[in-house]
Nanobody
Framework: QVQLVESGGGLVQPGGSLRLSCKAS????????IGWFRQAPGKEREGVSC????????VYTDSVKGRFTISRDNAKNTVYLQMNSLTAEDTAVYYC??????????????????????WGQGTQVTVSS
């Protein structure tokens, strides 16, 4: 079965950390640009971070720079999002998506509504005391 599966979400206190995983099955993640997106209640989906398949170039939205780190482990067919210093504003459902190399990661991250090749089902992140 071809799919992306996110995991690692949960409830965390402000200032805490989580690591999200995006694992591919049925296809090789290595040749795809990968993006993390999030959607908070009542808000539109937004791009959080994206990573290139070719040179590992990374992009972050301003609100997470210095706090989040995206990485990929091609051997495990997985992309990660390390999230530190979490705040209530980070509360959202987090999704990963895979796109072919027809789109640069800089563009991918500002097009959260695009119909990329693969989307995961999402994982809930709640930051609350």
């Amino acid at each position: 079965q071809v799919q992306l599966v996110e995991s690692g979400g949960g409830l965390v206190q402000p200032g805490g950390s989580l690591r999200l995983s995006c694992k591919a099955s049925g296809f090789t993640l290595e040749t795809y640009n990968i993006g993390w997106f999030r959607q908070a209640p009542g808000k539109e989906r937004e791009g959080v971070s994206c990573i290139s398949s070719s040179d590992g170039d990374t992009v972050y939205t301003d609100s997470v720079k210095g706090r989040f780190t995206i990485s990929r482990d091609n051997a495990k067919n997985t992309v990660y999002l390390q999230m530190n210093s979490l705040t209530a504003e980070d509360t959202a459902v987090y999704y990963c998506a895979a796109a072919g190399q027809y789109i640069a990661v800089q563009a991918m991250c500002i097009l959260p509504q695009y119909d990329y090749e693969y989307w995961g089902q999402g994982t809930q992140v709640t930051v609350s005391s």
